[in-house]
């Protein structure tokens, strides 16, 4: 029962660790609102690409001055992060909608694989 907690208490502190070093690395997070705002503003100019690592990121297109949002490789509290602003807070009414973002951008993407089309069943 002691290893249990004292291996509960370990995990916890790795976790927090985990956390502020996202922050640290990342910037801390903007305003709700602001974020909300360039993101109504700037949702067209983005397309998804995927990263080195798996993840995906919302790339700005060149002419625009909207900056890349990326999903965040181990974090659970702040799962996206905007480049040169900061972290999205996963409790933050962005977070929500950049994941939407994601999702619709990645299911109209070349990103989207289903089982048949590794299977070379799909293919024309």
């Known amino acids: 029962m002691i290893v249990i907690i004292i291996l509960l208490v370990v995990a916890v502190f790795i976790g927090i660790v985990a956390e502020c070093i996202d922050i ?3 910037g801390t997070p903007a305003k709700d609102a602001d974020i909300l705002e360039m993101l109504e503003k700037q949702e067209a100019n983005y397309d ?3 990263k080195w690592n798996d993840k ?3 790339k700005a297109h060149w002419k ?3 900056p890349s949002i990326h999903q965040t490789q181990y974090s659970i509290i702040f799962p996206y992060y905007i480049d040169d602003v900061g972290v999205v807070p996963i409790w933050y009414k962005s977070a ?3 994941k939407s973002i ?3 951008k990645i299911a109209k993407s070349k990103y989207t694989v289903s089982k ?3 299977l ?3 293919k024309n």
């Open 24 to 26: 640290l690395e990342q």
């Open 56 to 58: 995906f990121k919302l």
């Open 102 to 104: 994601f999702e619709a």
């Open 116 to 118: 048949r089309d590794k």
């Open 48 to 50: 998804v690409d995927r």
């Open 96 to 98: 929500a909608r950049i």
């Open 64 to 66: 625009s001055e909207a």
């Open 120 to 122: 070379g069943l799909n």
